[in-house]
């Protein structure tokens, strides 16, 4: 093994045909089934003539060390690749059958008699190649396809709620960069830990929620109250409302990005697409059950002194900071509402 695996004039092909017993059987069809693309897959298609491989059950009496015995080369261009196999046989010290079977096969292979083990490797070639497919359906690493077309990334897709085509690609981050968060994504009911998983991970930057953090909400103009002769809402104790808002204290919830380092700052102000990639993998997460807001965290020692410039000044509200000395804590007056993205935002249909 170590001959073929060290030596660069050898192909990986080479040195499975030399040495097919050192590989491991999932390990040798997947590598079969790379090398010769164009040909059927194990255990799929109903033509035996276009089969990647053809798999033979060992026969002997004796404790099998390997899980394959030997893979033999086409004997001309257009034949399947031939697999001898100990991991599942009908005879042999591993079959179901009785020794007395496989004392009567060695015996009539003795005679150069090749009838009944023929016979039998017709339904050894199928149980084995079933038994490659089960392990290759329920087994990520063993699909040959690309990721963005082969069936686990289907799956992923409608776990996290993007099955159909007209829920896909309506975010700017691609989907498939979600399909790591599969697993909380496709939990129910969905919670604000989940959320500080999958934004702190995606992002590599610290991100806590604070739940319950409450607003105002403007009533609509049938929900206020008017007195006189034709008032409405004005029934004390059910509809009345003094105002035009109310308060929510449940509706709402802050994520409270950082500490940042003043140019991660600046990555997640609303003139930046790493603010819009939060907000809309937090709605998407969330639903549009809650509001919520962002509250970026700038580490102390990153506050600038506002300098007036023409290439890169301070902007009102968010990096102009009137600083007379070094702050001794982190910044955290900015406050950010998903409202602030920019309404010219397209969505990347690249996934």
Partial sequence: MATYGWRKD??????????????????????????HPERIP?????????????????????????????????????????????????????????HTYTEVLLERLKHDDTALRDFLDI?????????YRVRKTMHLGFDNKEPGNNAFHKYFLALMGLGTGGLKNRMQSPDKS???????LALKPRSLAGLENITSHFFNIPVKGKSLTG?????????????????????????????????????????????????????????????????????????DE???????????????ASRLSHRQGPRLGWTSWLRTRFFRNDDDQVVLSPNRIPSKA??????
């Fill in 42 to 98: 194990a255990g799929e298609g109903s033509d035996p003539s276009k089969i990647v491989v053809k798999f033979r059950g060992k026969t002997g009496l004796d404790f099998p060390p390997n899980e394959v015995e030997e893979v033999i080369p086409p004997e001309q261009e257009g034949d399947a690749v031939e697999m001898k196999v100990n991991i599942m046989s009908l005879a042999g010290a591993l079959g179901p059958l009785p």
């Fill in 10 to 35: 050898r192909s990986l092909e080479d040195w499975l045909y030399a040495e097919g017993h050192a590989f491991e059987f999932f390990q040798a069809v997947r590598l079969l089934e790379s090398l």
């Fill in 346 to 351: 397209q969505p990347n249909h690249e996934n």
């Fill in 123 to 131: 339904f050894n070639h199928r149980l084995i190649s079933l038994l």
């Fill in 290 to 304: 809650f509001d919520f807001d962002v509250q970026l965290k700038l580490k102390s020692a990153e506050v600038p």
């Fill in 215 to 287: 607003r105002w909400y403007t009533l609509e103009e049938d929900q206020l109250t008017s007195i006189g002769i034709f008032g409405k809402n004005r029934s004390l104790g059910q509809n009345i409302v003094l105002g035009s808002k109310v308060w929510d204290q449940e509706r709402s919830f802050r994520l409270v990005v950082g500490p940042l380092t003043f140019r991660q700052f600046e990555d997640f102000l609303p003139i930046n697409p790493g603010f819009q990639h939060l907000c809309e993998i937090t709605r998407f997460y969330t639903g």
């Fill in 178 to 184: 979600l399909l790591y968060y599969t697993g909380l």
